[in-house]
């Protein structure tokens, strides 16, 4: 009677098996073949639990500190409108009422938020213009252009965030592998 490699694999498999158990010279190969199992079970779940920990740190930054610098980026631009068309007089007593407070605020959490940035140069712009309109304000510099790189700046980390994230609640990594020399190139 010919027997199956399959049933072969399972039989010798088996009586592997019930040797280790009774202490035959198998109980090192399974308690091997055992601790691997473990190892790369105990891997998985430290790899998931990392990146549970890593999107949390993300939204984290997405909704307290680059979601209301988005927020407050779209405001802003219709508040700049409507101050711009003022006449001078109008227009000190409005970038001193309106407009400084709103920039001294973002400028404020900022502050308060440093270590949630992508960047520090993600913040220099904001800062440098508000010096500029305090200036300008006490009569010691012209008014100062608002910074147009700070929006492109602030619009492109806010992406950037929000694609890592949604990799990270894909499960995929964080960012996509970057390839090396010696990798096949995709044709």
Do not use: C
């Amino acid at each position: 009677m010919t027997q199956h490699l399959s049933d072969a694999a399972t039989d010798t498999v088996t009586e592997s098996l019930a040797e280790a158990i009774g202490g035959g010279p198998a109980t090192w190969l399974w308690l091997f073949l055992l601790t691997l199992a473990v190892v790369a079970i105990a891997r998985v779940f430290r790899e998931r639990a990392r990146r549970r920990e890593k999107l949390a740190a993300l939204e984290r930054q997405l909704d307290t500190l680059y979601g209301p610098l988005e927020a407050w980026r779209l405001e802003a631009r219709p508040l700049r409108e409507a101050g711009a068309g003022l006449l001078p007089d109008a227009r000190r007593a409005w970038l001193e009422e309106t407009w400084l407070p709103k920039v001294a605020s973002i400028a404020t959490l900022l502050i308060e938020r440093t270590s949630q940035l992508e960047s520090p140069d993600d913040a220099a712009p904001l800062h440098t213009y508000l010096g500029e309109l305090r200036a300008h304000l006490t009569g010691a510099a012209d008014e100062p252009s608002w910074p147009s790189a700070l929006e492109a700046t602030w619009n492109e980390r806010l992406e950037s965030l929000r694609a890592r994230a949604a990799r990270l609640r894909e499960g995929r990594p964080e960012s996509e592998p970057t390839v090396g020399s010696n990798d096949l190139k995709p044709e």
